[in-house]
C-alpha cells in the first residue's frame, strides 16, 4: 500500500514541526515532527507498513481529500505557476514596478510621535531636512515612473492635503490614464478641491473623527475607505449609502496565528524567492529618496532628482524583491515561513507567537 499527498499539498519541515500547506484550499495542517517524518517516507513513494496503514495522520488526511492510498505507487508532479526553468533562474525574472508610493510631504499637525506607535503606517511624518517637491518636479517623477511600468499611484504624506499642487497632480495622473488613490488622515472642508472620482483611504491615526464627520466630508466622492485601530459600529451613519466601507486594522504589537495568511499557488512559489511584501512596490519620500518602504526610511537606495529610474528599480530589486531569507534566524527554519505576515522591516524577536 501506498499513500501520496494531492498535488496542490505541500509538506514543509521546520526545525521542530511541519506543516502541511494546501495552495487550492488556502488551507494548512500543522504536524509533530514524528507525523512529518511519515508523511516525507510516504511521499518519496515507499510502501507502507500495515502499521503506517492504520496511522492516524495518514487516515486523516485521506479522510479530508488531502491525500488519498493505492495499490501501487504514483508519481505526483505538483502544482506550480512556473516551468522547472524559471523556478531554478529566478535571477532572470523581469523587473516590473507596479505600485509607486509618493510622500508629497512630511510634516504632520499630529506629529510623528504617533507614527511609532503603529506599524507600517500608510503615510509617515519624517524630518527629511529639506523642502517639499515642486509640483513640476513631482509631474516629472510620475511620468518616469509610468513610463517605468508602475500603474497605480499612491499619493501620502504627512498630512497629503497640505500639498498644494495636488488637485494638479491628481488631474495631471488622470491624464495619463491612471486613477491615483489618495491617503489622508483627517477628513475635512480641504477635500472640496479633490475630484470626486478619486478614491479616499481615510487613515485615522490619533485623530479619532466621528463616523458623521467624516461622512460630511466625503459625501460627494464615490470610493471611501476608513482604517481604524477600532472600527465603527455596523449601524453607524458611515456606512450608510455603501459608498464609504470601515475596515478595522491590526496593530500589530504581537501577531498570532490568526493573522497567518495561508498562500495559494501563486505566492507560495513566489515567496521561496521574492519578498511579496515589498515586490514591485517604490516608495518615494518627500525629497525624492526611494526607500523599500516607509517602514525601513532609512534604506535609501536612490534618489529620483540624480539618478535614473532603471538604475534605482534595478538596485531594489536585487536588495529587496529578489531573494527572501529573513533576518531573524529563527524564521529560516519556520515551517510557518509561507504564512507568516512577520516582514525584514520587524523584530520577529518582538512579534512572533511560536
Given at each position: 500500500?501506498?499513500?501520496?499527498?494531492?498535488?496542490?499539498?505541500?509538506?514543509?519541515?521546520?526545525?521542530?514541526?511541519?506543516?502541511?500547506?494546501?495552495?487550492?484550499?488556502?488551507?494548512?495542517?500543522?504536524?509533530?515532527?514524528?507525523?512529518?517524518?511519515?508523511?516525507?517516507?510516504?511521499?518519496?513513494?515507499?510502501?507502507?507498513?500495515?502499521?503506517?496503514?492504520?496511522?492516524?495522520?495518514?487516515?486523516?488526511?485521506?479522510?479530508?481529500?488531502?491525500?488519498?492510498?493505492?495499490?501501487?505507487?504514483?508519481?505526483?508532479?505538483?502544482?506550480?505557476?512556473?516551468?522547472?526553468?524559471?523556478?531554478?533562474?529566478?535571477?532572470?525574472?523581469?523587473?516590473?514596478?507596479?505600485?509607486?508610493?509618493?510622500?508629497?510631504?512630511?510634516?504632520?499637525?499630529?506629529?510623528?510621535?504617533?507614527?511609532?506607535?503603529?506599524?507600517?503606517?500608510?503615510?509617515?511624518?519624517?524630518?527629511?531636512?529639506?523642502?517639499?517637491?515642486?509640483?513640476?518636479?513631482?509631474?516629472?517623477?510620475?511620468?518616469?515612473?509610468?513610463?517605468?511600468?508602475?500603474?497605480?499611484?499612491?499619493?501620502?504624506?504627512?498630512?497629503?492635503?497640505?500639498?498644494?499642487?495636488?488637485?494638479?497632480?491628481?488631474?495631471?495622473?488622470?491624464?495619463?490614464?491612471?486613477?491615483?488613490?489618495?491617503?489622508?488622515?483627517?477628513?475635512?472642508?480641504?477635500?472640496?478641491?479633490?475630484?470626486?472620482?478619486?478614491?479616499?483611504?481615510?487613515?485615522?491615526?490619533?485623530?479619532?473623527?466621528?463616523?458623521?464627520?467624516?461622512?460630511?466630508?466625503?459625501?460627494?466622492?464615490?470610493?471611501?475607505?476608513?482604517?481604524?485601530?477600532?472600527?465603527?459600529?455596523?449601524g453607524s451613519a458611515l456606512l450608510t449609502g455603501g459608498k464609504i466601507r470601515s475596515v478595522q486594522v491590526k496593530n500589530m504589537a504581537v501577531i498570532d496565528k490568526n493573522d497567518f495568511l495561508i498562500p495559494g499557488v501563486a505566492e507560495f512559489y513566489q515567496r521561496k524567492d521574492r519578498d511579496l511584501c515589498l515586490l514591485g512596490k517604490v516608495f518615494v519620500k518627500s525629497n525624492a529618496d526611494v526607500v523599500?518602504?516607509?517602514?525601513?526610511?532609512?534604506?535609501?537606495?536612490?534618489?529620483?532628482?540624480?539618478?535614473?529610474?532603471?538604475?534605482?528599480?534595478?538596485?531594489?530589486?536585487?536588495?529587496?524583491?529578489?531573494?527572501?531569507?529573513?533576518?531573524?534566524?529563527?524564521?529560516?527554519?519556520?515551517?510557518?515561513?509561507?504564512?507568516?505576515?512577520?516582514?525584514?522591516?520587524?523584530?520577529?524577536?518582538?512579534?512572533?507567537?511560536?
Amino acid at each position: 500500500m501506498y499513500f501520496s499527498l494531492l498535488n496542490h499539498c505541500i509538506l514543509v519541515f521546520g526545525a521542530e514541526k511541519g506543516v502541511i500547506y494546501n495552495l487550492k484550499e488556502r488551507k494548512a495542517i500543522e504536524l509533530e515532527k514524528e507525523e512529518c517524518g511519515l508523511v516525507a517516507y510516504a511521499e518519496k513513494g515507499n510502501a507502507l507498513s500495515d502499521g503506517m496503514e492504520k496511522s492516524d495522520t495518514l487516515l486523516r488526511l485521506a479522510k479530508i481529500g488531502w491525500g488519498f492510498f493505492s495499490e501501487r505507487r504514483y508519481f505526483i508532479d505538483k502544482i506550480r505557476p512556473y516551468n522547472h526553468f524559471t523556478l531554478t533562474r529566478p535571477d532572470l525574472a523581469p523587473e516590473n514596478p507596479q505600485i509607486a508610493y509618493l510622500q508629497l510631504n512630511h510634516r504632520c499637525r499630529l506629529g510623528a510621535k504617533e507614527c511609532g506607535k503603529r506599524f507600517c503606517t500608510p503615510c509617515r511624518c519624517t524630518d527629511v531636512g529639506t523642502d517639499v517637491l515642486a509640483l513640476e518636479q513631482w509631474i516629472d517623477i510620475a511620468e518616469r515612473l509610468y513610463h517605468a511600468g508602475v500603474r497605480e499611484f499612491i499619493l501620502t504624506g504627512g498630512d497629503v492635503l497640505e500639498y498644494e499642487g495636488l488637485p494638479r497632480l491628481c488631474d495631471y495622473m488622470q491624464r495619463l490614464g491612471v486613477m491615483p488613490v489618495l491617503i489622508v488622515n483627517h477628513a475635512d472642508e480641504r477635500l472640496r478641491v479633490i475630484d470626486k472620482d478619486i478614491p479616499l483611504i481615510i487613515y485615522l491615526c490619533a485623530d479619532k473623527q466621528s463616523a458623521d464627520e467624516i461622512k460630511a466630508a466625503t459625501g460627494e466622492f464615490e470610493h471611501v475607505t476608513v482604517l481604524s485601530d477600532s472600527g465603527f459600529p455596523s449601524g453607524s451613519a458611515l456606512l450608510t449609502g455603501g459608498k464609504i466601507r470601515s475596515v478595522q486594522v491590526k496593530n500589530m504589537a504581537v501577531i498570532d496565528k490568526n493573522d497567518f495568511l495561508i498562500p495559494g499557488v501563486a505566492e507560495f512559489y513566489q515567496r521561496k524567492d521574492r519578498d511579496l511584501c515589498l515586490l514591485g512596490k517604490v516608495f518615494v519620500k518627500s525629497n525624492a529618496d526611494v526607500v523599500p518602504c516607509f517602514q525601513m526610511g532609512g534604506n535609501k537606495v536612490g534618489n529620483l532628482l540624480d539618478d535614473s529610474v532603471r538604475a534605482i528599480i534595478h538596485s531594489l530589486s536585487e536588495k529587496y524583491w529578489k531573494g527572501n531569507t529573513p533576518k531573524d534566524a529563527g524564521c529560516i527554519s519556520c515551517e510557518w515561513f509561507y504564512a507568516c505576515p512577520v516582514c525584514k522591516g520587524m523584530s520577529a524577536e518582538k512579534v512572533c507567537p511560536l
